[in-house]
C-alpha cells in the first residue's frame, strides 16, 4: 500500500481544514488507517485512527470533538476534517495504515505516508 497525503497548508486560529489520504492498492479496505502529526522538536503524536469499515474510530486527547476522521472504501482516500484549529496543532500530518486501529493508537503501522504540513497562525 502506497499513502499520498495532501491538503495541509496555512490557516488561521479557529480555521479548518480537511486533509487527505490516498491510498494505492486493492487491499486498502482490508486496514485501518490513522493519522499522525510530529511538530519541531517534539515526537510523533498519534491523531485519529479508524477501522477497516469506518464504524470505530479513535482519536488523542489533544483533538477530541475537533477533529474527525473518515474514510471512503470505494476511493481508497481516508479524511481528516480539523475545526477549531489551534497553533499547537501546527505540525506535518502523516497518515498511516496498520491491519488494527488498536495497533495505530499505540504508534504501530505497516505503511507510512509521506507527510503533509499544517500551519495555524495566531
Known amino acids: 500500500v502506497q499513502l499520498q497525503a495532501s491538503g495541509g497548508g496555512l490557516v488561521q486560529a479557529g480555521g479548518s481544514l480537511r486533509l487527505s489520504c490516498a491510498a494505492s492498492g486493492r487491499t486498502f479496505s482490508s486496514y485501518a488507517m490513522g493519522w499522525f502529526r510530529q511538530a519541531p522538536g517534539k515526537e510523533r503524536e498519534f491523531v485519529a485512527a479508524?477501522?477497516?469499515?469506518?464504524?470505530?474510530?479513535y482519536y488523542g486527547d489533544s483533538v477530541k470533538g475537533r477533529f474527525t476522521i473518515s474514510r471512503d472504501n470505494a476511493k481508497n482516500t481516508v479524511y481528516l476534517q480539523m475545526n477549531s484549529l489551534k497553533p499547537e496543532d501546527t505540525a506535518i500530518y502523516y497518515c498511516?495504515?496498520?491491519?488494527?486501529?488498536?495497533?495505530?493508537?499505540?504508534?504501530?503501522?505497516?505503511?507510512w505516508g509521506q507527510g503533509t504540513q499544517v500551519t495555524v497562525s495566531s
Open positions: 498511516a495504515a496498520h491491519p488494527s486501529p488498536i495497533g495505530l493508537r499505540v504508534g504501530a503501522a505497516d505503511y
Open positions: 479508524i477501522g477497516w469499515s469506518g464504524g470505530n474510530t
